[in-house]
């Protein structure tokens, strides 16, 4: 069973950092791209940023290109999230996935149904 753990988030500043990691477990990492994802209040879950398996594609949303990175360690099975400049309207639950395809090295998707699997989500509040 695919299992994933997002933590890092938390109450920051404009203007300030946060680095969010998702830790997957119940197949082969290395396997599968990654995703992150993000909710508001009142709001639709929107793409934030995708990595292939191979780390050689990343993708992003318009609003967090040049300030947001996605990246992972294939050894500690590990995905993360580095989120610099931010701004209040990032505020909100950001989530990891992980599709059901394994894909080519390239394949890094950025439609929610593209994925299968789903962290619980962690917080981002950020403040003016």
């Known amino acids: 069973q695919v299992q994933l753990v997002e933590s890092g988030g938390g109450l920051v500043q404009a203007g300030g950092s946060l680095r969010l990691s998702c830790a997957a477990s119940?197949?082969?990492?290395?396997?599968?791209?990654m995703g992150w994802f993000r909710q508001a209040p009142g709001k639709e879950r929107e793409f934030v940023a995708s990595i292939s398996r191979s780390g050689l594609r990343t993708s992003y949303a318009d609003s967090v290109k040049g300030r947001f990175t996605i990246s992972r360690d294939n050894a500690k099975n590990t995905v993360y999230l580095q989120m610099n400049s931010l701004k209040p309207e990032d505020t909100a639950v950001y989530y990891c996935?992980?599709?059901?395809?394994?894909?080519?090295?390239?394949?890094?998707?950025?439609?929610?149904?593209?994925?299968?699997?789903w962290g619980q989500g962690t917080q981002v509040t950020v403040s003016s």
């Open positions: 119940g197949r082969t990492f290395s396997y599968y791209a």
């Open positions: 996935a992980a599709p059901n395809t394994v894909g080519s090295s390239y394949y890094a998707p950025l439609e929610y149904y593209d994925y299968s699997y």
